[in-house]
């Protein structure tokens, strides 16, 4: 299998299904703006469903991949939550096409079974993390979901920030401004 050229789709669609829409782009788009047959595409790909399916699950995967390598086994809380925050904050740097796919796209529109980024595995990982932290007493006792929505609101919102181009330096300028912010709302 030539990854070069699936690697050529995958990135064409992703950059396409995020500034046009997944509805508003067709197999021929993909085709011309990766310079690939449409041929090509469908030996890959048995068409723009299955591409949708793909990054998504690749995306998703790229994001725990990336999460449990910046944690390892870390056990202090406030250290996790540094290395949650500075994780998204690099891979902004460093991969926008992919965070702007992941804020952006309206997964649930694509997928057959309604999935979102923020329903995926790495939501739910950071979930675990804080929900694991609220029964040790790490941080105040409050609802999981708000909690976890309470350490990545800020972050998501700066990352959206950088997107947009509000933000023109690194991101990781503000892993310690994040993190206290963050810490004070979360502490006991």
Known sequence: ??????????????????RKGY?????????????LSIGAIYHYFDGKEDIAEYLY??????????????????????EKFRRIIEVFYRLT????????????????EILRDNRTICSSKPFDYIMEIVSDAIVK??????????????????????????????????LLNYVDETLDSCWRALRR
């Open 93 to 108: 740097d460093e991969y926008p096409d992919i965070m702007e796919y992941a804020l952006y796209v309206k997964h649930r």
């Open 137 to 170: 007493g790490e941080i105040r006792e409050m609802d999981p979901l708000l909690a976890t929505a309470t350490l990545m609101g800020l972050p998501i919102r700066l990352i959206t920030l950088k997107l947009d181009g509000v933000i023109r330096d690194s």
């Open 57 to 78: 699950n690749d995306t998703v995967q790229f994001l725990m991949k990336n999460l449990k390598e910046a944690l390892g086994d870390e056990k202090d809380v406030k």
């Open 23 to 35: 509805f508003n782009t067709s197999i021929r788009d993909i085709s011309r703006e990766a310079g």
């Open 1 to 18: 299998m030539d990854t070069e050229t699936k690697g050529k789709i995958i990135k064409t669609a992703r950059r396409l299904f995020t």
